[in-house]
């Protein structure tokens, strides 16, 4: 057991389990939080009485944590990433996730959000690490309300300090591509587990199921091969590499930076995809083509989702965002004499996720969301993603949250 040190501005924070304490209980959240950790793994969650600045805070430990992912226990925006303190919380993460609710993640190694950004539930913030005022690797934990630490609830019900428990952080990602050759784009869940997986919708029989990747990984899907069919692959935000599965293959592309967010497409219209990055640091697209070239495209902001697409079918994939907020698309694309335009479409509610595909097989790539209170895939199809006169079709598929 590590002793504690002296009590110093926040006193320190121990790197193994400690003691249990019997805290009084409080009313479940309004925000269903599940543990900082991908799918699958075990903690244990420990406090003691000098715990700072609560003994409601949670310190986890598990065996050879340090540079162990660390992930959001629900979706919200990102209000503090702090990557170069060496005292007290060191390097930490605040997440709002609305009605006056909030998580911090203190101690951390590497810190792979920016302020402002908004993250998904599961979506990993940062890695293990021991800075600031702590005496070995681990994660202090504190779930908040108008900026007092709570007891802390998982799952839909509370925490017992001092236990071990299995994270069920376990979510489904929604996605949509052209998977067997044929108009219209199928519909797609990346489930996040400890093997990860690829659900593919048959209407009529049992999804198709690829394994791959991590929990922590993010999907992307793209024509590798220029075959006409989309393959899977993920990028770890943790090394910012893309492994792209082929066939029994795989390639591994090393591109961006740590915490960027995927984005796939064929940029040249030349029938093979390539990836690249949305840097929410710099609100700004990477897209790397097939000889190494990188070009940028700055669109929309920090807290902005990115989406990909043909939105006037000439071949080339564009670029675009999503306002989860206001559940507002922004799509930017290059007209033939090579005028730059946006336009905005508001599709879905607030709290969606996005998710872009040809609905219905004209080449042209249109928007849609997935509500993750219902798993329910909502497309606008129209004969252009701006298009005035649009139909909706919704399908219940994947895991509710």
């Known amino acids: 057991m590590r002793l504690p040190l002296l009590s110093t501005l926040l006193a320190p924070c121990l790197g193994a389990a400690v003691v249990a304490l019997a805290l009084p209980a409080h009313a479940a959240p309004s925000t269903d939080y599940e543990m900082p950790f991908p799918c699958g793994q075990d903690w244990t969650g420990t406090t003691?009485?000098?715990?700072s600045p609560s003994t409601k805070s949670i310190d986890w430990n598990r065996a050879d944590d340090a540079g162990d992912p660390v992930a959001a226990s629900a979706p919200?925006?990102?209000?503090?990433?702090?990557?170069?303190?060496?005292?007290?919380?060191?390097?930490?993460?605040?997440?709002d996730h609305g009605a006056g609710e909030s998580t911090l993640y203190a101690h951390l190694d590497?810190?792979?959000?920016v302020v402002g950004q908004r993250v998904d539930q599961a979506a990993q913030i940062g890695t293990v690490g021991s800075t600031g005022n702590s005496s070995g690797a681990h994660v202090h934990y504190e779930q908040r309300l108008s900026g007092s630490v709570q007891s802390a609830w998982f799952a839909g019900a509370p925490f017992a300090y001092g236990s071990t428990q299995r994270s069920t952080n376990c979510v489904d990602v929604p996605l949509a591509a052209n998977m067997i050759g044929k108009a219209p784009a199928e519909l797609v869940v990346y489930r996040r587990e400890s093997r990860s997986q690829f659900q593919v919708?048959?209407?009529?029989?049992?999804?198709?199921?690829?394994?791959?990747?991590?929990?922590?990984?993010?999907?992307?899907?793209?024509?590798?091969?220029?075959?006409?069919?989309?393959n899977i692959g993920v990028f770890s935000p943790g090394t910012a590499t893309f492994a792209l599965k082929v066939g029994s293959g795989?390639?591994?592309?090393?591109?961006?930076?740590?915490?960027?967010?995927p984005v796939a497409g064929d940029w040249?219209?030349?029938?093979?995809?390539?990836?690249?990055?949305?840097?929410?640091?710099?609100?700004?697209?990477?897209?790397?083509?097939?000889?190494?070239?990188?070009?940028?495209?700055?669109l929309g902001d920090a807290s902005d989702l990115p989406v990909a697409g043909d939105w006037d079918g000439d071949g080339r994939t564009d670029v675009g965002v999503f306002d989860q907020s206001t559940a507002t698309f922004t799509l930017r694309r290059v007209d033939a004499e090579g005028l730059v335009w946006t336009a905005e479409v508001q599709f879905?509610?607030?709290?969606?996720?996005?998710?872009?595909?040809?609905?219905?097989?004209?080449?042209?790539?249109?928007?849609g969301v997935w509500d993750p209170a219902t798993a329910t895939f909502s497309e606008r199809q129209a004969l252009r993603p701006t298009a005035a006169r649009s139909t909706t079709q919704s399908t219940v598929f994947g895991r509710p949250r």
């Open 48 to 51: 003691r009485g000098n715990h």
């Open 76 to 95: 919200g925006t990102v209000t503090t990433a702090n990557a170069t303190s060496t005292s007290g919380y060191g390097h930490y993460v605040v997440i």
């Open 110 to 113: 590497a810190v792979t959000v």
């Open 201 to 230: 919708l048959r209407p009529g029989r049992t999804p198709k199921v690829r394994r791959f990747g991590t929990a922590t990984d993010e999907p992307v899907l793209g024509d590798w091969d220029g075959n006409g069919v989309a």
């Open 250 to 261: 795989r390639t591994r592309v090393a591109f961006g930076a740590s915490g960027d967010q």
């Open 268 to 298: 040249d219209g030349d029938g093979l995809w390539e990836v690249g990055v949305r840097r929410p640091a710099e609100a700004t697209f990477h897209l790397r083509a097939a000889d190494g070239s990188v070009s940028s495209v700055p």
């Open 348 to 367: 879905g509610e607030p709290g969606d996720l996005p998710v872009t595909g040809d609905w219905d097989g004209n080449l042209v790539t249109d928007v």
